[in-house]
């Protein structure tokens, strides 16, 4: 009898780890991005992106991103759904309110972001994958970058970025 719970209990956890596996797949994985300073309404411009974070069953896992990376993450994630060439998100970031006023509501200069070049989100992509492959290790999860932060090719020779994930934002006033 005892062979057979033991069995059974083998089972329920393949099973588990099959419909993670499954959603992760589908979905993407899952990620929490924290924004402060908020007053008010939800992703306004004079917010601060704190983090972002990888959940996986029901922890947090930090991804060590800089304030430019983090932007870049907010604005993928907020964009998930159509990819986007390099032209078009510094393009669309340099005009973006969001972005342009980023944590003036924390009344100091020093949470401010630059504008963003073609070039510049090219190179940091690269970032953006090397800071979610620390998270993923840290999680203890298998999954390669480049399926989180995604290149797709155009005919043209363009290369159109998008994230795959599944994305909650939280707001809070500190």
Not at 125 to 141: D, P
Request: some cysteine; glycine content about 6%; overall charge positive.
């Amino acid at each position: 009898m005892a062979k057979k719970n033991e069995f059974a209990r083998v089972i329920r956890q393949v099973r588990v780890m099959t419909g993670e596996a499954r959603r992760l797949r589908e979905t993407g994985i899952r990620l929490l991005i924290r924004h402060r300073f908020w007053q008010r309404g939800e992703c306004l411009p004079g917010e601060e992106v704190l983090g972002v974070w990888v959940i996986y069953r029901r922890r947090e896992f930090a991804v060590p991103l800089s304030l430019r990376l983090r932007l870049l993450t907010d604005f993928l994630a907020a964009h998930r759904h159509v990819g986007q060439s390099a032209g078009q998100i510094a393009a669309r970031m340099n005009i973006d309110e969001f972005y342009r006023r980023h944590g003036t509501n924390a009344k100091t200069k020093a949470l401010m972001s630059s504008g963003m070049s073609r070039t510049a989100i090219k190179q940091q992509m690269m970032r953006l994958r090397l800071g979610f492959r620390l998270a993923l290790k840290e999680a203890r999860l298998s999954i390669d970058p480049t399926k989180i932060v995604i290149s797709e090719s155009t005919t043209m020779n363009e290369v159109r970025y998008r994230l795959k994930a599944s994305v909650r934002w939280q707001h809070s006033e500190l």
